[in-house]
Each structure stands twice: as C-alpha cells, then as structure tokens.
C-alpha cells in the first residue's frame, strides 16, 4: 500500500501523532484532573509509538513520566475529596448555627 501512496504514514506514525494531539490537548486544559487524566493518555500513546518505532529516549521519558502522572492525579483526587468533606462538615456546621 505505501508504494501506492507514499505520503501516507505508518501505522507507527499514526500513534505518534495521536500521542502528540494529546499532549496539545493537555496543554489547553484548565482543570489539573483533567489535564494529568489527558497527560497519562499522551504517556500510554507515547510509550506505544516508541516501542513501535524503536525510540529508546522517547519510551524512557515517558515510562518516566508516566508514574509521575498517576501519582499527581491521584493527588489530585484525594485533595479534591478532602476539600469536599470540610465543605460538607463547615455547611452543616452553619446550618446548625443559623437554626
């Protein structure tokens, strides 16, 4: 097929440009969750093109960062359940005051 079309990239370039559109998104995003969610998406992809297209510095900084995505996000995450249980315990703490 690629002597027929040339120009058109290789399954492993595909993944390269998916992980690279990924990390685009993830530099647009406001929200921390969201943006560690997408970077550990464009970790995955990364790590995948790498393997496919033989990119030993590549897969190693991804595999890096990888972990590094997860832990930050689960931080992320558990102060975010934190925030909402004082908010719970101050409102009902208002209500109880006001009454």
Known sequence: ??????????????????????????????????????????????IAYASAAHLLPVLVLHAALLPINVWRLWQCASARTRTERLRARFAADLERKTS
């Open 1 to 46: 097929m690629h002597q027929w079309l040339p120009w058109l990239p290789g399954e492993a370039d595909l993944l390269g440009y998916a992980a690279s559109v990924l990390v685009l998104l993830a530099f647009s995003l406001r929200s921390l969750v969201a943006l560690r969610s997408v970077a550990i998406a464009s970790n995955v992809t990364f």
